[in-house]
């Protein structure tokens, strides 16, 4: 393997952590911001790109840098190695809302996964994290993800975190889902990704689902969040806003409103 063998426990239940057990010498790459804690041996350091190689020269790690850019993500990353001589260190990664975090041995997918933009927590250093450009005019524009995914490639292990429950759907050659275009997480390299318009001009204005959804075509296995970090900004905005409990209706809301202490 290229890629770092470590080992890894997943606990918590809504806000999960990933505790990663690291050999000396061994390293995992995360994303800036998402460490919770680690040991005393473990040595942090600050790095352009993913991380991935050593060798890539610096206008590799510049080329990596500006992948991640295009992506949203930050230009650097953390590199944590254990620097001690005989024993085993632990740093831990947290999720940063609600949801689950998933482990998954890119050697077993056929050593390439793509995700959202937002998914990737750490991973085992060696794998590489880099940019997938949709080839699809429908999915480029109204995917939700826009032209650009997260492409996740080596053949170690890769930690993505995703909102509310997890789905995972093994696809037949030629089996085909629809789903709301924020609630796909991630999908193995040979399933087919398009975006289809919601058929029926009352179904679009008034369903309440958006005006496209992606399709999902088979071979291959895809994961789907329940509850995208989007659509709870969302919610959290609405409730937050102009006029604070509207939904409850304007009877309730002043009610709610005069038992707050806020009886304007």
């Not at 975190?161 to 924020?182: K, N, Q, W, Y």
């Not at 075509?217 to 969040?225: A, D, F, K």
């Amino acid at each position: 393997m290229n890629a770092h063998e470590i080992d890894y426990r997943i606990l918590g239940s809504e806000m999960q952590y990933v505790e990663i057990e690291l050999d000396p010498g061994e390293s995992v790459v995360a994303e800036a911001g998402s460490m919770m804690m680690m040991d005393q041996n473990i040595q942090m350091e600050t790095v352009f790109g993913d991380g991935s190689s050593d060798n890539k020269g610096f206008m590799g790690k510049l080329l990596g840098a500006g992948k991640r850019l295009l992506t949203g993500e930050s230009l650097f990353m953390t590199v944590f190695t254990n620097r001690s001589y005989n024993g085993k260190e632990q740093v831990t990664f947290a999720a940063p809302y609600p949801g689950k975090i998933l482990a998954m041995d890119l050697q077993d997918l056929g050593g390439r996964l793509l995700c959202q933009k937002d998914s990737f927590l750490c991973a085992a250093k060696g794998v590489s994290v880099g940019i997938a450009f949709q080839r699809k005019l429908g999915a480029g524009f109204f995917g939700g993800e826009g032209f650009i995914m997260q492409k996740i490639e080596g053949d170690g292990l890769a930690f993505v975190h995703a909102g509310g429950s997890i789905v995972e759907r093994v696809l037949r050659p030629g089996e085909m889902i629809r789903v709301d275009t924020g609630c796909l997480v991630a999908m193995t390299d040979g399933v087919d990704y398009d975006i289809e318009f919601v058929k029926g001009v009352k179904t679009a204005l008034f369903g309440g689902e958006g005006l496209f959804f992606a399709t999902l075509r088979g071979p291959g296995r895809v994961w789907i969040q329940s509850l995208p970090f989007s659509r709870l900004a969302d919610r959290i905005a609405a409730a937050a806003g102009p006029g604070g409990r509207k939904e409850e209706g304007g009877i309730l809301g002043g009610l709610g409103n005069l038992l707050d202490g806020d009886g304007r």
